[in-house]
């Protein structure tokens, strides 16, 4: 379908669901759970960025009254080699061994022993009695000691993947990738211009406020109950049944509300130890991690390294493109290398192209997917180029990206042909935009950039019960990280055409919903949507079964309008509508209760586009950069509820600007994080940033019944370039490594 | 671990003085809870001084202004008279993180937290600031650049505490200003700062100049180079580039995740320029 | 390690707890006393989410030592609606969207509240500064604003 349609629901801006207890400090967070005879889990964490374990001993903490459990490595079985589903990606062992250490310790921060005890403060003191012996290695700690011939391993049995000839030796870079088409020699032959650049970019923390919190009691039976925060308490219930070698029965998971994830709460890290420990101490046991561990031990974003050469005609044809792109993994492999490949191009026509990745072990964090994991780093650099091959052919950004831009029918770089797609809608929005028409402030500069994520699809499910007096309730189990609850009740009201009021949405845990993969993706709206809707249909198609009977006609003598059964046109014109609550009054003469239900695995999510330009200003004597105004322009198919698609999109447009102006992982020279902390982890303030002006473009996904795109993860992917091309608008230099921070950028302007 | 809210200073004292094993000053806090919850110190005893009277007042008189240790941010903000005379020193206490650190954060605090760069430090070391000590031996006076010895060291000793500073009365066509820079707009610790106060003659000439700088060596420096390159000027430019010439000379700060050598020497000059001006202005001085 | 006996009021209401002299203010006030509505999301006074009240004055609950709570006034989250319903600013928050995950929403709605009570009209740079303390990670802030904003002009008519 996914033509024109009024619509009565969809498109308006109601509360959400669970706004009043959120405003009120009622939600339930990770943390905000404590049970009866609860115990308090801490981790033990190593001081070395790379050492094997010598030895530990667990005896005197085990012997210190008030501790009911130590575990270890050795406590732990033997995960088997497998891919963990979803988002959250990566091996099982890796995984495994990223959440307890066996016989190395690959970053600092990297967990090798855990316990229970009565109170926080024995468990810190228990964790002090624990002896390790290190044997201390050197770490590796960046792509260009890593990729070296002779560097020193990371994993000693990491051979690297889909290489033309099986690995012969063990190297740090974990696998590769080729993407190509045509002939990129020839291509630059073509070219007038050419542009060249080599980028870099430190790792970076998706910096959600709320740290990772899980409580987990075990009983005797072995029945274990986790309450986590988590973007897909399924995931994490697959992911911790396999490192225990439990079957999924035994484990329940409760998602917790949610405090902000961005891809980093897709993966376990506490759930399987306190599992562990619950299983020991037979009893409950709460685990949060400080925000030090947060910074240090979870799953940060991949720090890269980009080549670009980009070759154009005087018009701006592009003819041929080459990208370079190597990723940090941290300690295991896992680096968004695919992704990020195949988005570097994605939205131009190229018919020349090669697109090398490189997926490389360092001993820092298991990095862990950061909104369109992979596409900021990529994008920044092809953005950039971009940029510099405006100014070198003196054509305007958007119209230089007008001229290459992919549309309905073409091929994407990364293979299908798109079908409809609002990329050129957005350039031309741009182009129109009052924001774009205005002069450039003085003393700043204008950088513009595209985004790009292909988004997901994926597995949900969801059920649909009518309740005895026609209310509706849905049970569906995607994590609720940004108002989705209230997005499926709009689609749900559209679909069943009932008052929005009337729709009450569970989040529900893993006993109570069907299977639904991980929040993440930008699939929950599109994916778990498309569930709520076809459960919805379904129970459309019993309530005309229940009228039809209560009217004694054939089924296909009754419609569905307005939340009402009525009769099909022309026949049976006396009868009144049956509405949901008079339904219900005789569903048990008619067949007992109702509940609709519909399990998916939802295709063709349709990839999300933006533009976004913005005027940074920068002083000349300090290098400081501020944005002065931002325009986030993006194509969400159809927006459910446009207010949580604006905050998408300003969200987003926080977090890249964040990335790009001042957030790093420093590291010294042993490995060790500097800037644990939201001190010195410099996250955007209220004060940092202007008003971030939106545009909801609207080409309606063939695949989705009315025609929704993902949107949480593009918004991300633009601003990193639109910073950097601002700042060389305005000092008149490029700096090509992020972040422009006042050293970086001052230290750019004295050079010219 | 003990409490103690004693209600005299010199029991206060008393009890630091006596103490057995880690004995800390809990004023407003946001620095020493961070310490504790990091570990860097772990206290035995805890001597929280806000319940001393004298610790709680802003006290103006012919001599300037006595304003308490326990004092927070919020409060010295809201003393009109005191931003009047002193809107540097003010300002830079006011800049202490955010508005909820600002309800706890005191002067005193920043300065016996003794970082380099301390935000209110500069402006009150250019501002000609004594601190008021009580300790077992009874009272004296401090200049507040005298306090800080080193990053995290004092000068105070065993049982001494700061029960308040003393901010001399503000001198007839005088001015102060400071500016720190940071690469957010809130919440950071200066990379680099600078604390300027100046005394103008009739004619608008600079007659005194304080000249102090933050961040840029282990205990903030008060420049009296840079004093010296614009007593007798009307900052036109050749006193203002000799007034960075002479900041940038003396600082002798460190390469950390914060800035380097290079960047936070650049930017002292910078700043001292920029507050100067400001300075200037505030003391009725017209460019 | 000996535990130390303090009075103190949450949201008008008497309340006693024991503590250790280290434990702070957001520990026992989630922990000891079920008040989980104050978020902890650092607990070294940069991010915002376990603003409270003190005595009128706005502070992160993580840099207050729960003993110093002795004969004051808490005010948290839940001490902001009122037996007539939520509190404009709540209102505000929902109707304009000006939360996505929902953490720093306690902490925010109290800054709020602190700015409100202080400056009952605040241009958008006075607002931008006062919640620098509070991090939100979802929004980019823009709804937040204009939610504070809309609050502060529905709370001027009711004045």
């Given amino acids: 379908m996914a033509e024109a349609t009024e619509f009565k629901a969809i498109g308006t801006r109601p509360v959400r669901p669970d706004g009043v207890d959120k405003v009120t400090g009622r939600a339930q967070f990770g943390a905000d759970l404590n049970l009866p005879n609860m115990l308090y889990g801490k981790v033990l964490r190593s001081p070395h960025a790379h050492a094997r374990i010598r030895r530990i001993d667990l005896d005197a903490a085990r012997a210190m009254p008030g501790v009911h459990a130590v575990v270890s490595g050795a406590d732990f079985p033997g995960a088997q080699h497998g891919e963990i589903g979803g988002e959250g990606g990566g091996d099982v062992a890796d995984v495994a061994k990223n959440v307890m250490a066996r016989d190395k310790v690959l970053y600092h921060g990297h967990p090798l022993a855990a316990v229970a005890a009565t109170s926080q403060a024995i468990a810190e003191a228990a964790l002090a009695a624990i002896e390790v012996e290190y044997e201390v290695l050197t770490p590796v700690l960046d792509l260009e000691a890593a990729m070296a011939p002779d560097a020193v391993l990371v994993n000693e049995n990491c051979f690297t993947k889909n290489l033309p000839e099986p690995a012969e030796k063990p190297s740090n870079i974990a696998s590769v990738m080729t993407l190509a088409r045509g002939n990129v020699d020839e291509g630059f032959e073509l070219a007038d211009v050419i542009v060249e650049g080599e980028y870099r970019i430190p790792m970076a923390h998706q910096g959600y406020i709320e740290p990772h919190a899980c409580t987990a009691t075990v009983n005797e039976s072995g029945q274990a109950t986790v309450w986590t925060c988590t973007q897909g308490h399924f995931a994490l219930r697959t992911q911790t049944a396999n490192i225990l070698d439990m079957s999924v029965a035994d484990l329940k998971f409760i998602a917790s509300e949610i405090g902000g994830g961005f891809g980093g709460k897709t993966v376990v890290y506490l759930e399987p130890v306190a599992v562990m420990l619950s299983t020991q101490a037979r009893r409950p046991v709460k685990m949060v991690m400080s925000r030090e561990e947060v910074f240090r031990a979870s799953g940060p974003a991949a720090g890269s390294c980009a080549k670009i050469r980009v070759g154009a005609k005087k018009d701006g044809t592009i003819t041929a493109a080459t990208a370079w792109l190597a990723y940090e993994a941290g300690a295991f492999e896992g680096a968004p290398m695919g992704p990020g490949a195949m988005c570097v191009f994605a939205p131009y026509d190229l018919e020349n192209f090669r697109v090398e990745g490189f997926d490389v072990l360092v001993n820092k964090p298991k990095v862990a997917a950061y909104r369109a994991p992979g596409a900021p780093q990529s994008m920044h650099a092809m953005e950039s180029a971009l940029d510099d091959l405006a100014r070198e052919l003196n054509m305007d950004p958007i119209d230089l990206r007008l001229k290459n831009a992919v549309a309905e029918g073409s091929q994407a770089a990364y293979g299908p042909k798109f079908p409809a797609i609002g990329f050129r809608e957005c350039l031309e929005a741009a182009k129109a935009h009052p924001n774009y028409q205005k002069p450039v402030p003085e003393g700043a500069g204008r950088g513009v950039a595209a985004g790009f994520w292909f988004n997901a699809g994926m597995e949900s499910s969801a059920e649909v019960h009518i309740n005895e007096d026609g209310t509706v309730q849905i049970i569906e189990g995607s994590p609720d990280i940004g108002g989705s609850r209230a997005s499926m009740a709009l689609m749900a009201a559209e679909t069943l055409g009932v008052p929005y009021e009337k729709i009450r949405v569970l989040v529900g845990d893993t006993e109570a919903s069907g299977f639904n993969n991980v929040t993440g993706g930008s699939r929950t709206t599109f994916a778990t949507g498309m569930a709520v809707i076809q459960a919805c ?33 022309g026949v049976n014109a006396e009868l009144k509508p049956l509405t949901l609550a008079e339904i219900m009054k005789t569903a048990a003469r008619t067949g007992g209760p109702i509940l609709g239900r519909a399990a998916l695995n939802a295709r063709g999510p349709g990839a999300g586009f933006s533009v976004n330009f913005g005027d940074l200003k920068v002083d000349r004597e300090t290098g400081k950069v501020d944005v002065l105004s931002f325009t986030a322009i993006q194509d969400a198919g159809k927006a459910i509820h446009p207010a949580y698609v604006e905050g998408q999109m300003q969200g987003g447009a926080v977090q890249g600007l964040g990335w790009a102006l001042n957030e790093e992982y420093i590291f010294d020279g042993n490995g060790v994080l500097e800037n644990p902390g939201f001190l010195d982890y410099r996250i955007p303030v209220a004060s940092d940033m202007p008003m971030i002006d939106t545009q909801i473009i609207e080409v309606p996904n063939p695949s989705h019944p009315f025609g929704v795109r993902g949107v949480g993860e593009t918004p991300i992917v633009a601003p990193l370039a639109v910073a950097a091309n601002a700042v060389r608008d305005a000092i008149g230099r490029r700096v090509h490594d992020l972040p422009l921070s006042p050293p970086n950028v001052l230290a750019a302007i004295e050079e010219g | 671990m003990r409490y103690e809210a ?35 110190v772990e206290p035995d005893l805890i001597v929280d001084i806000k319940r001393i009277g004298a610790t709680q007042e802003i006290k103006k008189s012919g001599n300037g202004f006595k304003i308490g240790a326990g004092v927070s941010g919020a409060r010295l903000g809201k003393h009109r008279a005191l931003k009047k005379a002193w809107p540097g020193v003010v300002e830079a206490t006011n800049l202490i993180g955010s508005d909820q650190i600002q309800g706890r954060c005191t002067m005193a605090g920043n300065l016996c937290n003794a970082s380099p760069a301390a935000d209110s ?7 000609n600031a004594k601190a008021n000590v009580v300790g077992p031996g009874g009272r004296r006076t401090v200049a507040v650049e005298k306090i800080p010895t080193g990053p995290g060291k004092t000068s105070l000793k065993k049982g001494e505490i700061i029960e308040s500073i003393t901010l001399p009365a503000k001198a007839p066509r005088s001015g102060d200003a400071y500016l720190r820079f940071i690469p957010r707009t809130e919440m950071d610790i200066a990379v680099v700062s600078a604390g300027v106060n100046l005394t103008l003659d009739s004619k608008g000439v600079v007659k005194k100049a304080r000249v102090a700088l933050g961040a840029v060596a ?18 036109d ?51 | ?14 309340v006693e707890f024991l503590c250790t002299p280290e434990q702070t203010l957001v520990d026992v006030l989630r922990d000891t006393l079920d008040r989980t509505g104050t978020k902890e999301g650092c607990s070294t006074g ?25 004969g004051a006034e808490v005010t948290t989250i839940e001490g902001i609606a009122t037996e007539e319903g939520l509190h404009p600013i709540q209102e505000k928050f929902l109707e304009h969207a000006a939360l996505q995950c929902g953490i720093c929403t306690p902490g925010f709605i109290v800054a709020t509240k602190a700015l409100l009570d202080k400056h009952p009209e605040p241009d958008e740079e006075t607002i931008r500064y006062w919640l620098a303390g509070n991090l939100c990670r979802c929004t980019g802030y823009d709804k937040i604003i204009r939610a504070v904003q809309d609050a502060a002009t529905t709370l001027a008519h009711e004045a």
């Fill in chain 2, 121 to 127: 430090v500069p402006a009150m070391v250019a501002a």
């Fill in chain 2, 6 to 40: 004693p209600s005299s200073s010199k029991e206060a004292a008393k009890l630091l003085a006596s103490a057995k094993g880690k004995a800390v000053v809990l004023a407003g806090g946001t620095d020493l809870l961070v310490r504790m919850k990091s570990g860097a």
């Fill in chain 3, 1 to 14: 390690m000996s535990k130390v006996h303090v009075t103190t009021r949450v949201n008008g209401d008497p």
């Fill in chain 3, 46 to 70: 940069d991010c915002g989410a376990c603003s409270v009240l003190l005595n009128g004055r706005l502070v992160c609950a993580c840099l207050v030592l729960a003993v110093e709570s002795e």
């Fill in chain 2, 237 to 287: 430019d050749d006193a203002l580039a000799a007034l960075a010439a002479a900041c940038e000379a003396a600082c002798r700060p460190i390469d950390d995740m914060r800035g380097t050598i290079e960047f936070r020497t650049e930017v002292a000059g910078v700043l001292a320029r920029r507050a100067a001006l400001t300075a200037y202005e505030r003391a009725g001085g017209k460019k």
């Fill in chain 1, 537 to 569: 249909e379904d129970i459309i198609a019993q309530c005309k079964d229940r009228a039809a009977k209560t009217w004694g006609v054939d089924a296909d003598q009754v419609e569905w309008e307005d939340g009402q059964a009525i009769p099909a046109p």
């Fill in chain 2, 218 to 235: 282990p205990t903030v420096l008060l420049v009296e180079d840079a004093a010296k390159a614009i007593v007798g000027t009307k900052l």
